[in-house]
C-alpha cells in the first residue's frame, strides 16, 4: 500500500550577496509499503528559475519502477539564458551521490550528500508549544506511527482533518475569516512576513 502528497506551491532561495532570487517547484512525495517496511520516496517534475539571470533547471525525480529499477534517481537539466541546450546534465541519488555531465565529455561530482553536515532541528518542547502548532496538532498521529498502530493513527489523523473541515465551515457561515501570524499573500502565494531581507535591512 502507498500514499502520495502533491506538494502545490513555491519556494524562493536568496542569494543576497548577487540579488538573484530562484524560484523553486517542489516534487510529490510517496509513502511506500505502508504495512511492511515503510520507505519514503520523492516523484515528479521541479523547476528551478531566475527571472533576473534567466538560468533556469530541470529536475526529473523518478519513481522506481514495480520490478527492477533503483530507489531515489533524478535526472536534471541546467540551461543559460534563452537557450534549449543544457549547459550541464546531473544524474544520480537526490540522497546520496550525484555525477554532474557536460558537453564536453567531461563529468565531475556534483554533490554528494552523504558528505555534507546536518544541523539538528531545534523545536519546543511539545507541552509549550501553542495550540496549532504542527508537532503538537498531529502528536497523536505521530505517536500512532512511532507504535506502529497504522489503525490508531489513522483514526486520528481522520478526526483532525474533520475538525479542520468542521470550523473551517463555520468560519465560512459565520464571515468570519482566518487571521494570519506569520504570512501574508503576494498575488497567488504567501510569503513569510519576516524575510530575510527585511532582517538583513533589504528591500523587497
Known sequence: ???????VGQGCIMFLRH???????????YGRS???VPWIELGGTVEITCQKTGYNAVIQFHTKPMIGGKKHQLTAEVFPPNERKPFMTVTGEWNGVMTA???NGD??????????ATTKKV?????????FESRRLWKEVTLALKNKDVNKATSSKTFLEEQQRR???ERLHSGQTWKTRVFHME???WAYDHSLQKRMGKKN
Open 187 to 189: 498575488g497567488e502565494h
Open 1 to 7: 500500500m502507498s500514499i502520495g502528497v502533491h506538494n
Open 34 to 36: 505502508i504495512f511492511t
Open 167 to 169: 470550523e473551517a465551515s
Open 123 to 131: 523545536v519546543q518542547p511539545i507541552q509549550q508549544q501553542e495550540a
Open 19 to 29: 540579488d538573484e532570487e530562484y524560484v523553486v517547484s517542489f516534487p510529490s512525495g
Open 107 to 116: 563529468q565531475a561530482v556534483f554533490v554528494d550528500t552523504t558528505t555534507l
Open 101 to 103: 555531465k557536460y558537453p
